[in-house]
């Protein structure tokens, strides 16, 4: 059993470029998230699926993110026109709807550094 | 709206020993969950330890224990026999019933010494 992943583990872009991040979630999970942390704070909720639908968002989630979930299983993250404040780590994660407390089990993370 | 408040932005504790970190969490919700998450330097996010609002008798894992208040809506870690592996960033976390968004308080550092 393969826990969360994302993909990249790193990122620098240049202010004004566009990034995207993948999450696979746990197999059988059909709750995805996506968080963001910036330095020394705990992870702020940007949006979650249930399955492939989106159904909620954060007012962090401006209109230059959006995320996708399009077969419901792993989930993309796009930044467009990044600013410097975009760098944070984004961190992915999983749940399984029913499932114990609804516990959700965190991916590594993409840190984003935009110059 | 939910929050969640950690106290202490940084702890430090000899190996061994036992340490208690606090959290207090502002809620009008009746059922709901806890967590304890631990983010070791440059890992990644691992829970350890949860606890259901409805349940009265506090959670542990091993060397982990809650102290759950529900009243005082507090919702303390303590780390028994503290190891060199625990140094990390401890956040308390509130989820309430259904799964949705999960509010984290703003961590504290915890450092165990040799």
């Known amino acids: 059993d393969t826990g969360v992943s994302q993909d990249p583990r790193h990122k620098i872009t240049k202010r004004g470029q566009n990034v995207t991040f993948r999450c696979d979630p746990i197999?059988?999970?059909?709750?995805l998230y996506w968080y963001r942390q910036t330095l020394g704070q705990g992870p702020e909720f940007l949006t979650y699926?249930?399955?492939?639908?989106?159904?909620?968002k954060s007012r962090l989630l401006s209109d230059r993110f959006s995320a996708e979930r399009p077969k419901g299983s792993f989930s993309t993250l796009e930044i467009q026109r990044t600013e410097q404040g975009d760098s944070a780590m984004y961190l992915c994660?999983?749940?399984?709807?029913?499932?114990?407390?609804?516990?959700?089990?965190f991916g590594p993370g993409t840190r984003l550094t935009v110059l | 709206a939910q929050t969640v408040t950690q106290s202490q932005p940084e702890m430090s504790v000899q190996e061994a020993e036992t340490v208690t970190l606090s959290c207090t969490y502002d809620?009008?919700?009746?059922?709901?969950?806890l967590f304890w998450y631990k983010q070791p330097p440059s890992r990644q996010m691992i829970l350890v330890i949860r606890?259901?609002?409805?349940?009265?008798q506090n959670a542990t894992e091993n060397r982990f224990s809650v102290n759950f208040q529900k009243a005082a809506k507090s919702f303390s870690l303590k780390i028994s026999d503290s190891q060199l592996g625990d140094t990390a960033m401890y956040f308390c976390?509130?989820?309430?019933?259904?799964?949705?968004?999960?509010?984290f308080g703003a961590g504290t550092r915890l450092t165990v010494k040799p």
């Open positions: 994660a999983s749940s399984k709807d029913g499932g114990s407390t609804d516990t959700q089990y």
């Open positions: 197999s059988e999970h059909n709750r």
């Open positions: 699926f249930q399955n492939e639908a989106q159904l909620e």
């Open positions: 809620t009008s919700e009746n059922n709901y969950y």
């Open positions: 606890q259901e609002a409805y349940k009265q």
């Open positions: 976390a509130f989820m309430k019933q259904g799964g949705d968004d999960m509010r």
